[in-house]
């Protein structure tokens, strides 16, 4: 005790509070640089092309500026896109959740060994590429293609259905690809839930499905609502599989903006579209964050 | 065995074999796609079959013997590798100025780096193709490298981070007070023991990388156009069985990357 008092800092302790404060400041340079290198790529990649492109949307094609572009979006060719592209999203999350509610609620409900051992199911295709499974589906659905032969083989069929370059190819082309993104947080999220609450319930005399539905339903809509916001905003953007799969049938919002530029080198009217997408997803997604509690959209691969 | 209760609230296994049976169609519908063109892949007519009536390694021959596929390929490769150094790299380096950090600068940091996870791709394609072509950067491995790196920094970061979260930095700073120096040792202490995160964030950051369409469409072409951007072509202009071989090279690549994720979860679960 006395040797700490006979310390000399103590006297004065205004000069420690002092250094204290600037190797504060210090580190938290260096913790700032060392966020810069990827900070700065982000800022160059991603940042600065979308505020020029924010800036360009505001401007003619002969560089006059206008509300055009904008006012444009609301002529029926464009609003039938927008319609489309939000029906296809709504169409690809609820048949996502149809389908992946039963799976995800199923592997929770086994051991984390079996779960884990048949979630080979849903990550396989998740590490697959887009482009691949777009090939495979388009092998499978074509005129020609495995599902049509197998069926005019067995009869049941007399001339081929036209299952891929369509609406039903699209949808079903974009649920092989957003399943996963639907199943993993879902699945997380039920994992999460003890199985105690149902016991709890039963021994309280719900029947299954009144446990179900009261108890367990509910602690899993965070989970389910994560999974529900990525899925459709994921679809809301997507241009791969609506490209190969919809055989120009299918009009969606990226495709307009790349139309846009390939076709008619328009780029006012592709940044105002790729403004208000930017935008819809935003809210979207920080609505969902807002009204479902759902902590993160992270760690979903 | 089937009038066994399967739950807590006594449902039999016999009572949800709807169940059972809905979620293996979902597990088809699934896992079909990505298998199916590996046998048709073989196959020795001129068009796809299955099952093959004849075998034949004819579709690889003709992938392994065009130059242009052959050229979209390493271009591909090359693009990818140096995504996941740079990716790699930065992301670590972020996730440990992240997670040191704390109050509204680390949170902000975090947000900025997942904006590349959340802004729609087709927005991304188009601005990097706006500013490259101010600066000269389109079409070349310069340009492809420095957006695939923005894409996959959110997957280095986040893995980063779930490594660091359960990592004690106190090991860091008694190697520090004996004397190390700090990136000294942070690369003797700390990155050994977070290996397996920044090894896992790595393989997300090439798969992103090798696999990615949208921007490479807009900005790769020519003598750099990469793999998917031929395939792309290729699947929407004609179908080529060619595409089919180098869709069963690219699964058997994504079945080797799966057992090795899962690997190196394993092994972290297990420390």
Redesign the interface.
């Known amino acids: 005790m006395t040797m700490v008092l006979n310390h000399p800092g103590i006297a004065d302790a205004d000069h420690n509070a002092d250094a204290l404060k600037r190797q504060g400041s210090r580190?938290?340079r260096?913790?700032?640089?060392?966020?810069l290198?990827?900070?700065i790529?982000?800022f160059?990649?991603?940042?600065?092309?979308?505020g020029?492109?924010f800036w360009?949307s505001f401007f003619g094609p002969s560089g006059e500026p206008t509300l055009e572009n904008y006012t444009r979006m609301l002529k029926p060719i464009y609003v039938r896109t927008f319609i489309s592209t939000f029906e296809v999203a709504g169409l690809v999350t609820l048949v996502c959740v149809l389908?992946?509610y039963?799976?995800a609620?199923?592997l929770s409900?086994l051991s984390e060994r079996t779960a884990g051992l048949?979630m080979?199911?849903?990550?396989?295709?998740f590490?697959?590429?887009?482009?691949?499974?777009?090939?495979?589906?388009?092998?499978?659905l074509?005129r020609?293609g495995?599902v049509n032969t197998w069926l005019i083989d067995a009869g049941v069929i007399s001339t081929p259905l036209p299952l891929v370059h369509n609406m039903l190819g699209t949808v079903i082309g974009m649920v092989?690809v957003m399943?996963?993104f639907l199943i993993l947080p879902l699945y997380a999220s039920m994992r999460a839930i003890d199985?105690v609450y149902?016991?709890a319930?039963?021994n309280c005399g719900?029947?299954?499905s009144q446990?179900?539905r009261q108890v367990f339903l509910p602690m899993s809509l965070p989970g389910l609502a994560a999974g529900v916001a990525l899925v459709f905003?994921l679809c809301?953007?997507f241009?791969?599989t609506p490209?190969?799969l919809g055989g120009g049938r299918v009009a969606m919002w990226?495709m307009q903006?790349?139309n846009n530029?390939s076709v008619y080198g328009n780029?006012g009217a592709?940044?105002a579209l790729?403004v208000v997408?930017?935008v819809v997803?935003?809210i979207i997604?920080y609505v969902f964050k807002r009204l479902f509690r759902v902590d993160s959209?992270?760690?979903v691969? | 065995m089937l009038h066994r209760p399967?739950?807590?609230?006594?449902?039999t296994h016999f009572q949800r074999l709807w169940?059972?049976m809905?979620?293996a169609l979902?597990?088809a519908?699934?896992?079909?796609?990505?298998l199916?063109?590996i046998p048709?892949s073989f196959s020795g007519s001129k068009?796809?079959e299955?099952p093959p009536r004849s075998w034949s390694l004819q579709w690889y021959e003709a992938y392994l013997g065009s130059s242009e596929w052959r050229a979209a390929t390493f271009v591909s490769l090359r693009a990818a590798l140096l995504t996941t150094i740079f990716a790699t790299?930065?992301?670590t380096?972020?996730a440990?100025?992240?997670s040191?950090?704390y109050g509204a600068?680390s949170s902000l940091?975090r947000g900025?780096?997942?904006?590349?996870?959340?802004?729609?791709?087709?927005?991304?394609?188009?601005?990097?193709?706006?500013?490259y072509a101010k600066i000269g950067l389109n079409g070349t491995t310069t340009g492809l490298v420095?957006?695939h790196?923005?894409l996959a920094?959110?997957?280095v970061?986040?893995a980063v981070l779930?490594g660091l979260a359960s990592y004690d930095m106190n090991q860091e700073r008694v190697a520090q007070s004996l004397g190390a120096s700090?990136p000294w040792a942070f690369l003797t202490v700390t990155l050994p023991q977070i290996r397996l995160s920044v090894m896992s964030g790595a393989l997300?950051a090439f798969?992103t990388s090798?696999?990615e369409?949208?921007i490479a469409l807009?900005i790769s072409g020519g003598q750099n156009a990469t793999l998917?951007r031929l395939?792309?072509a290729n699947?929407?202009d004609q179908?080529d069985p060619t595409?089919?071989a180098i869709?069963s090279l690219?699964?058997g690549l994504?079945?080797i990357?799966?057992v090795g994720?899962h690997l190196l979860r394993g092994r972290e679960d297990r420390k």
Do not use: N
């Open positions: 580190e938290r260096v913790l700032a640089s060392l966020t290198p990827g900070a790529l982000i160059l990649v991603l940042i600065l092309p979308i020029w492109l360009l389908l992946g039963p799976v609620y199923l409900q048949l080979i199911f849903v990550v396989l295709p590490w697959t590429s887009v482009l691949v499974r777009t090939y495979a589906w388009l092998v499978l074509q020609t495995l092989h399943l996963p199985s149902m016991r319930a039963a719900a029947t299954p446990a179900f905003v809301l953007g241009f791969v490209a190969l990226a903006i790349a530029i780029w592709a940044s790729g997408l930017l997803t935003g997604l959209f992270e760690g691969r | 399967a739950t807590e609230t006594q449902i169940l059972y809905l979620v979902v597990f519908f699934l896992i079909i796609p990505c199916i063109v048709m068009y796809l299955f790299t930065f992301g380096l972020a440990y100025g992240i040191r950090a600068a940091a900025v780096f997942m904006l590349p996870m959340l802004v729609p791709l087709i927005l991304v394609a188009i601005g990097c193709f706006l500013v420095m957006a790196t923005v920094l959110p997957f970061v986040i779930s700090r997300f798969v090798f696999d369409v949208v807009f998917t395939m792309f699947i929407r179908i595409v089919a869709s690219l699964i994504s079945i990357l799966l994720s």
